[in-house]
């Protein structure tokens, strides 16, 4: 492949089914599909939407203690909150193995996967059609209803409107419950809302 080049995301997927499990794929599945719709439906780039869903979940399936295993082992700043829940560093530790062990090199989507849990200000407009599709795809729309408003929001306003949305529902969720809040999502609603605000 030449440098920079896109691989198509259907190689990519069967190259990580190979040791990814069933369901997972089946979600990887539904992302790329959704992904597909609303870089579609925004006018984006469609293959680049499609290959940072199809990579964005490489090491969801990984034991929390391996992922915090190879972020030490790769000297990453760790944030306690991550420390507590490591589930949460399988976008950056996706976004790596991708890199070296798949040859994705594309910085876009390397950036995407890595901040996929969270959003960051610096998104491209793939990036957040990616991170909306992972949001509400069928079943996680299944299992939380008020995600339903998210992918109107998506559809009728703006990606970063529902990206709003999904943060303000997750900001809630953690109040209720009592737990913590990652910094980076503090970060990007700021940013988002902001960004509201300016427009
Ligand atoms: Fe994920
Ligand atoms: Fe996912």
Redesign the pocket.
Known sequence: MPDGALPADLDLRARMALELPGGLVEHIDRVVALADTLARHHGLEVPLARLMAQG??LV?HVPPADLLARAEARGLPIDPVERDAPLLL??PI?ALELRERFGVTDARVFDAIWH??WGHPDYTPEAWAMFIA?KVEPHKVRRWKALRRVHRLALDVSLEAAALLYLDLRLKEAVREGHTVHPLATLTRNYLLRARAEA
């Open positions: 964005h979940d969801r399988h976008g996706g996929h849990t992972d």
